[in-house]
């Protein structure tokens, strides 16, 4: 299923500000929150579709990317349902609720916390998110044209097996915090000219997470994390293009205590090809005709990504004509169609004759069809105009 715009999706503007979107998001997840719509699936897949927009269009770096890029640039190409973006096939409702502190003030999963629609507020435990981790991709011009799978062994911290990633040592290393029994928070009461005022905090005796551990693994010292190794297998869209950063989700480094992982962030390095060059979704090629050819014509050979092409050379060919063969080039990277690719005429001119041939060529440079008319100057000025316009 081909995704929606994520502006559609929040019915906001390339040009919302920050907190537009943000005010755009609080009213979705209120109108499709599942404790608002029981066993609605429709409902709960328009609740994760605005979030999956206002993760990324509430994040500056991630949005520029989408808007230069469209979904590839933080999803994988539209509609493959690829692993790229940090939620398509692997965002939560536990990711989707870990949001909410930004938009609705701090609190957590529970749906009072939205104002009155359920039975009280809550606060989600705290949960630790592992770091992003960074590499490069070089890819070819072949690669690009298809799509690739790439396979990359990552030094990367990994829960730990020892424990779990609890980071206690045993089943009974880990207790309820007695200070917010297992809240997070804590509610502290506050004298002030209009009377007492109530604030939720976070708990200072177990940082928010809830629990306590007594008993520290001895493999991870208590982190729940070992640095270890990971083979990761990462698909790349076909028509990326240099520059462009895919983000995959939950394959960066592992979180503390069963935390959420972070993202790994694949950079698009283009390998240059030996003939041909690329001008966005278009690939140039520069054919360096002889002389004859040109004048007289034929068929000949150009390199494409999948081989070759035999295109006609038309008898009177001009230097500086560009042939068109259409399909040949790359794909766009959001699915809207394919390039071309564009030949270019260049005529080789000889830069030594031997006797024979300099006759040939003053008899030759005697004949008026050897002599540039007035509609052949004409049409080579237009060309010189046009670099400068």
Do not use: W
């Amino acid at each position: 299923m081909e995704k929606r715009d994520y502006y559609e999706v929040l019915e906001v503007t390339k040009t919302s500000t920050i907190e537009e979107i943000k005010k755009a998001y609080r009213k979705k997840a209120i109108q499709f929150h599942p404790d608002k719509n029981p066993g609605d699936k429709t409902a709960e897949e328009k609740f994760k579709e605005a979030a999956e927009a206002y993760g990324v269009l509430s994040d500056p770096d991630k949005r520029a990317r989408y808007d230069q890029f469209g979904h590839a640039g933080v999803g994988g190409a539209a509609g493959n349902g690829g692993p790229f973006g940090g939620f398509s096939g692997g965002m939560s409702m536990d990711d989707i609720f870990s949001m909410f502190g930004d938009v609705f003030g701090g609190r957590g999963g529970g749906f009072g916390g939205f104002g009155g629609f359920g039975g009280g507020e809550t606060r989600q435990q705290r949960r630790f998110r592992g770091s992003d981790l960074r590499v490069k991709v070089k890819l070819t011009l072949k690669e690009i044209s298809t799509g690739v799978e790439k396979k990359f062994k990552l030094k990367k911290y990994v829960t730990c097996k020892h424990c779990d990633g609890t980071g206690a040592e045993g089943s009974g290393g880990v207790e309820t915090c007695s200070t917010c029994h297992g809240s997070g928070s804590v509610i502290r009461n506050q004298q002030t000219i209009l009377g007492t005022m109530q604030t939720r905090a976070t708990c200072p005796t177990c940082g928010g997470e809830g629990k306590i551990i007594k008993n520290k693994c001895k493999e991870c010292s208590g982190d729940g994390i070992v640095y270890g190794e990971e083979v990761v297998t990462v698909n790349i869209p076909a028509g990326v293009a240099e520059g462009m950063q895919l983000s995959m989700s939950g394959s960066g480094n592992a979180g503390k205590h069963n935390g959420y992982a972070g993202d790994l962030l694949i950079l698009v390095e283009e390998e240059a090809h030996s003939e041909l060059l690329r001008d966005d979704n278009d690939l140039v090629y520069n054919l360096l005709l002889n002389f004859t050819t040109a004048v007289l014509g034929d068929t000949v050979e150009v390199p494409t990504i999948d081989g070759k092409a035999k295109i006609k050379i038309e008898p009177g060919t001009q230097p500086g004509k560009v042939l068109r063969l259409r399909g040949k080039g790359l794909p766009n990277v959001n699915g809207y169609g394919t390039g071309d690719l564009l030949v270019n005429i260049s005529i080789y001119v000889p830069e030594t004759l031997n006797k024979e041939e300099r006759n040939m060529m003053e008899q030759l440079s005697q004949s008026d069809n050897f002599k540039p008319n007035t509609s052949v100057k004409e049409k080579i000025f237009r060309k010189f105009r046009n670099l400068f316009d």
